[in-house]
């Protein structure tokens, strides 16, 4: 380090906190030091099991390990980036027991899709096609927003949110019905786009759409109405700006 970044980093003002050195701590220490220092802002080099370990603790001083990815990185031969992402918290083994027990699990899926949308995203920016590039990114952004909102809303699993927290299943279900309704959402630009043109609009199928909503055969559909055909129709707003 001293010989080959040092200098860069003292130019970037990132050793400003550590009085411009960078402190080298044997593991049972650094664990301690990790313990105080849970508002983060530090960077960490280590070798691989200390950094298994240390990066667990850190997860679990937050309240879950569920919250941790590993992701390692390199570059090929002709300087393209090479990127893979994992779940740092293993395999679960023994709520995967418990689950072919036939028991009720609440696995925090977090650390599992950041890796899996991290995967997707690197793939998304090596691909070509900048139309399928930016409906990856779309849908990966959709489903960090939705699961990070479920997670504070108190909606999340029981590792986060106690006892009355959604079980594996529920969690899930709770993430496939928040997509349903935000990704819609995310394509309206697309939509507002393509209908510029009114001629290019099917009026047979919008009546039909308005006959579908209006439950009653009146004529008129009433609020009631409405936000039942909004919910169906995946375009319902959300508070909290969702």
Request: proline residues 2%; contains cysteine; negative net charge.
């Amino acid at each position: 380090f001293d010989k080959d970044y040092k200098d860069k980093f003292l130019e970037k003002g990132l050793l400003e906190n550590c009085h411009n050195d960078l402190q080298h701590l044997i593991s049972d220490a650094a664990t301690m030091q990790i313990i105080r220092w849970t508002k983060g802002g530090f960077g960490m080099a280590a070798h691989n099991y200390d950094g298994d370990m240390l990066t667990d603790e850190i997860a679990q001083v937050h309240r879950s390990p569920g919250f941790i990815t590993s992701n390692l990185l390199g570059k090929r031969e002709d300087g393209v980036m090479i990127k893979e992402f994992e779940a740092s918290h293993g395999t679960v083994a023994d709520m995967w027991e418990a689950h072919l027990r036939g028991e009720e699990t609440s696995l925090n899926p977090l650390g599992m899709v950041e890796a899996l949308i991290g995967a997707m995203n690197h793939s998304a920016l090596l691909h070509g096609d900048p139309e399928a590039r930016s409906s990856i990114m779309v849908f990966t952004e959709t489903m960090r927003a939705a699961i990070h909102h479920l997670m504070v809303s108190g909606e999340g699993t029981r590792d986060l949110c106690g006892p009355d927290g959604r079980t594996t299943e529920q969690f899930v279900d709770s993430v496939a019905e928040a997509l349903d309704v935000r990704m819609p959402l995310t394509k309206q630009d697309i939509y507002v786009k393509a209908f510029e043109d009114e001629s290019q609009i099917d009026m047979e199928a919008v009546k039909a759409m308005f006959d579908d909503l209006d439950r009653d055969h009146s004529g008129s559909i009433s609020f009631e109405e409405f936000a039942k055909g909004i919910r169906r129709l995946g375009i319902v707003p959300k508070k909290h700006g969702f």
